[in-house]
């Protein structure tokens, strides 16, 4: 894998990621683009405990353009894009309209990268504001002896969201990629976690697809995205929580109990190799909802040993493609990698990705509604064995 | 107020909450129903502390019948609906598809209730099977001693859901309410309270309306929910834990803190009047949300004395309103009703109402995409400040 790191014309950087050697210095970006001078703000929820992000910068972002105006295609001639290359295989940049706003402009060099052959001498260098911001963990504690003024209390949304393009193809959907691809996909979000945690004030990567105009998604062409935020996220520190307790409690660890509880039972098992276990979970709070685990515990995608990472495409290609079957159309889905924080929680941690999609059947959608969006309280028609017994059915 | 219970054919309890006194004896259901059934469950998960509902009945519920096929209206020759009477004010009965299914089939009377006078004759009487039902809020604790096994548990959801409709007129919304009639169902949701808090086994009421299609809603007629949980539901959990260690810091309420900042600061206040205070919170995660708190702390509705109750509907439906008003057509919300739980942390609860809508602009909505639903991190592009001053400035 070559890693490239280029600049485009606003400053944002843009890294290629190539399975073979390649020349990438050029192809500059020729568009003109205002420079990025938008900034978010974090603010704590006090009767929660949650952090909530205001991005007011972002209301003017492109909603679902035509596929002739897409921006995450290749440049060419008289189409001019996020991508100054007429080709690529993996590219990563920071998101045009990011909700959390940079102060990082320039990330550590990942040890994966041979060489970072381009742009970045212009860059604006990193501050380091980030290093005092408080971790949501330990929030609590700050509250100054003053309620009153600490009850609306914010920091600013310092950290960074990238783009990540999974292929060139337009048309292509992830489902659609060669295991060498997925591979080097893989492998990207590996060197964007390890990059990324090292940054200052990052205190969580989070590796996803969005996929579907079902989930909101604007941009058709195959790609994800990467937050690295300035606070632990609450569903990790719940995840946390529990890790916790249960090792206060029983002196063992809740994701191995958890792993070893479902291999025993079996019913919820959609698929298997001998590095992975892709199921249902118990509590499955989405119609169609798959959990895969590496069967060796990691606390993030780092961990990951050279056979477990080529064991991953053929199991995750295969569960998207049966995603793919469920209905008249393929699935709306979100695969969201869950990773332990960049700077606590590590040792009861367990990486995995949790992939589910919000359609029920081929015309309803399950809506967030009342119990849902009010209590966080899901009600699931299908029930876990059946979701999984459907799942092992469908042909990959 | 004239309480009077019913049966549905199929055994299902059906309430008429009455302006005036009216006999309500002379329409029993003329349907042919099939017997209910089903039974749902909760299941823990093991790794949020959070209770996922499976219902698999549900599958075959309705989805949008058309307005002549309204089941919530009144019952007339030819149109035989879930409301026998050919008119109501306001009418509560047990869902025919609920997320929680029954064991409770009789509820104790309210006191507020001068008398019930018709059916539950045939009715089953309340079998108390739920009271061992574990609490979630002690649920850890519940854990046996063998993990693998404790990890993968569940309890039978039992509980209730009910239906409220709001008024008898299919074409009126929630906003078309008359000052008595939003009154009257304030009264019922009081009652409706008081007496599911009573039931054996259950843990915490939910009076909650979703309304527009984008929120999921099925039926158009002016309709909300009230869902009687067999647990403490995660968000209130969550609530309670943040009061609890605010008094253990602070030695004071975190709601009368976070009130009195409000007040202080000014800037995200929408209306007002002498007992309740209406304002967008400080770290909202919808693009439109507005929090409506008595002045004076209550743990749940029963506690609103008379004066506070009179003074809910002008500025509810002053609220509701200006909602009506955001965009080129009404916009969805769901509104809901945030209270203790029925046996504890009453002390330091809040009661208050939640009411926000999905909708960012009159062609966008608020999607709950990888940041949200995965991790449970919101962003928000529009800023608190700024929808105060727009609902502040829209003629209600």
Redesign the interface.
């Known amino acids: 894998m070559q890693k490239t790191s280029t600049r485009l014309a606003d400053g944002r950087e843009l890294i290629y990621y190539d399975r073979l050697p390649v020349r990438r210095s050029d192809h500059p970006d020729r568009r003109t683009l205002p420079k990025q001078t938008s900034s978010?703000r974090a603010?704590?929820?006090?009767?929660?405990?949650?952090?909530?992000?205001?991005?007011?910068h972002?209301?003017d972002r492109s909603?679902q353009p035509s596929a002739a105006d897409c921006p995450l295609c290749p440049s060419r001639d008289g189409h001019l894009t996020e991508v100054p290359a007429p080709e690529y295989d993996v590219v990563v940049f920071q998101n045009r309209f990011p909700?959390l706003t940079a102060a990082l402009a320039q990330v550590s060099t990942s040890a994966l990268a041979p060489a970072s052959t381009g742009g970045g001498a212009s860059g604006v260098a990193a501050t380091g504001a980030l290093a005092n911001v408080p971790a949501a963990r330990t929030a609590?504690a700050a509250?100054p002896?003053r309620?009153?003024?600490s009850?609306?209390r914010s920091i600013a949304g310092e950290g960074r969201c990238e783009v990540i393009c999974f292929a060139s193809d337009h048309d292509l959907s992830f489902a659609d990629l060669s295991s060498d691809q997925a591979r080097l996909v893989l492998d990207v979000w590996i060197d964007r976690t390890r990059d990324l945690a090292r940054s200052p004030g990052i205190e969580q990567v989070?590796c996803?697809?969005?996929r579907g105009s079902e989930?909101?998604?604007t941009q058709t062409h195959p790609h994800g995205?990467i937050?690295a935020?300035p606070f632990a996220?609450?569903?990790?520190n719940?995840?946390l929580?529990?890790t916790t307790?249960?090792r206060r409690?029983?002196g063992?660890n809740?994701?191995d109990?958890?792993l070893?509880?479902e291999r025993?039972?079996g019913s919820r098992i959609v698929a298997q190799n001998p590095s992975w276990l892709a199921f249902v979970?118990?509590?499955?709070?989405w119609p169609y909802e798959v959990h895969l685990y590496p069967k060796r515990r990691h606390a993030d995608l780092t961990g990951l040993d050279e056979g477990e990472r080529d064991a991953f495409p053929p199991i995750y290609l295969d569960l998207l493609r049966r995603f793919d079957q469920l209905f008249d159309t393929p699935a709306p889905y979100?695969a969201?990698w869950?990773q332990a924080p960049a700077h606590d929680g590590g040792r009861d941690f367990a990486l995995h990705l949790?992939l589910?999609t919000?359609r029920?059947?081929s015309?309803?959608?399950?809506?967030?509604?009342?119990?849902e969006?009010?209590?966080?309280?899901?009600?699931?028609?299908?029930?876990?064995e059946?979701a999984a017994k459907r799942l092992r059915a469908l042909a990959p």
């Open positions: 978010s603010r704590f929820d006090s009767l929660t405990g949650e952090w909530v992000i205001i991005a007011s972002r209301q909603f909700a609590g509250h002896t309620p009153s003024s009850i609306l989070f996803f697809e969005n989930i909101g998604v995205q937050y935020y996220t609450p569903r990790t719940r995840m929580d529990m307790s249960y409690r029983f063992r809740v994701f109990d958890m070893a509880a025993a039972d979970p118990y509590a499955a709070r979100i969201a869950h949790e589910f919000n029920r059947s015309g309803k959608l399950k809506y967030l509604a009342g119990s969006a009010g209590m966080d309280v899901f009600a699931n028609d299908i029930t876990p059946q």
